[in-house]
Structure formats: C-alpha cells, structure tokens
C-alpha cells in the first residue's frame, strides 16, 4: 500500500512538471507582436498651431489638398504651407516647406534655416518631394526609386556644402523637365536659400512615358564644379 502510494505522489510530481515544462516552452514560442507605430506626418516638426496666421475655410478642390493629412495649412494665395517653432526665439515661426502651382509648373521649396538644415529636415525634404512627385507624374515605382535616391544624394551634398546655392538647375525627369536646385531667395518676404523642386504638371491627355535621367548628382559635379 505504501509502495502504492509513493507510486502516485511520484508520477503526480512528474505529470506537474512536465505541465510546466510544457507552459514554459509554449511561452519562449509565441511571437510578441511588435508596438504599432504611427506613421510620422511629414509636417509635424514642433507644430505651431496657435500661432498660424488665418486660412481658407475650403481646401477639397484644391491641387494640394492630400497635404493636409500631412500636417500642412492653405495660405489665402493658394499655397500650401509648413510652419514650425524657431528653435532659437521663442514665440517666432517661420515657413519651413511650401508648394505652390505658377503658371503650369509645380514648385515645392524646403527652406533651409540660416543656411543649414535643421534636425530632420534632410529625410523630410525627400519625403515631402517625393509626395508631389507620386501626386503629380506619371511613373514607374522603379523610376520612383531612382529619383529618390537622387534627391537623396542632391540634398546630401548641400547638406555637405558641396552644392553652392546657385541659379543651376539639376534635371531629373527629360520628358517632364522635373529640376532640382538649391538657390538663393530674392523675392518675396522669406530670405536665405532653400531647396527647390520644379515640375511640369502632368497633362491627362498625355500617355508618354517618364524617363528617367539615371545620371547621378555625384557624377555631374566635377571638382571644378564646387
């Protein structure tokens, strides 16, 4: 009887482990499904919302109408602005992205601030670039990808300072005549330099196909060229 009852205690003692073993290997398997992320509105560097000057009440016909998920405001012009904090004096916001359709042509600046790029502005930049490029021509997403990378290494290089702010212009798109250049401000109340995508609109009635000039920044700036 007692032999019986060691028996038991025994195996009931081997059955709880083995439970346990088992709960614990199950444990170390499941996956943890990785923290949901937001994804970060390309305006969204230090929002100034209470300070914004007053805007259009109807922006749904507008060109640029897509970026208001982004985080920009309608100017009464018909822009479509970024405003943000000046870092250095409180209560001061300046415009640090704006787009803009003249005569035609679709023209998106980033405002550099002094001269330099402030924290995050570089990848910003391409991402609000490449949101007007998606929006406004026609393209392959391998075309897409090489003119990313394009302004990629353009802004890479003002950042470096290697690009003088000049009235040059760097084509990337020949059918479109898509131009990139970093220039001076002369007109206008904003002063300095900025960034500046310059786009022929897309025509509906036109089906040819964007090319892509594949040449890279890198290569068209020569030593001579600084």
């Not at 019986?4 to 195996?11: A, D, E, Q, V």
């Not at 786009?199 to 594949?214: E, G, H, V, W």
Request: proline share 4%; net charge positive; charged share 20%.
């Amino acid at each position: 009887m007692k032999i019986i009852t060691y028996l038991s205690k025994t195996l009931f003692i081997q059955v709880l482990t083995v439970a346990a073993l088992s709960n614990l290997t199950l444990a170390q398997q499941t996956p943890t499904a990785p923290p949901e992320s937001t994804p970060q509105k390309i305006c969204s560097l230090d929002p100034v919302e209470s300070l914004l000057p007053s805007t259009q009440s109807k922006t749904s016909n507008s060109l640029f109408s897509y970026l208001a998920q982004e985080g920009f405001t309608q100017n009464k012009d018909g822009s479509w602005v970024c405003y943000v904090n000046d870092p250095n004096k409180e209560g001061r916001y300046y415009t640090l992205f704006k787009v803009q359709e003249q005569n035609g042509k679709l023209v998106g600046s980033s405002f550099l601030d002094n001269g330099n790029l402030i924290a995050g502005q570089d990848t910003r930049t391409v991402d609000f670039f490449m949101k007007l490029v998606e929006h406004h021509t026609d393209g392959t997403s391998e075309n897409r990808e090489s003119i990313r990378k394009y302004l990629e290494s353009f802004i890479s290089l003002v950042k470096e300072g290697k690009i003088k702010a000049s009235r040059r212009g760097f084509l990337f798109d020949q059918p479109n005549r898509a131009l990139v250049l970093y220039h001076e401000l002369s007109a206008g109340e904003l002063k300095g330099t900025a960034i500046t995508l310059n786009l022929q609109l897309a025509n509906s009635t036109d089906s040819k196909p964007k090319s892509l000039i594949r040449t890279s920044v890198r290569e068209k700036l020569r030593p001579s060229q600084k």
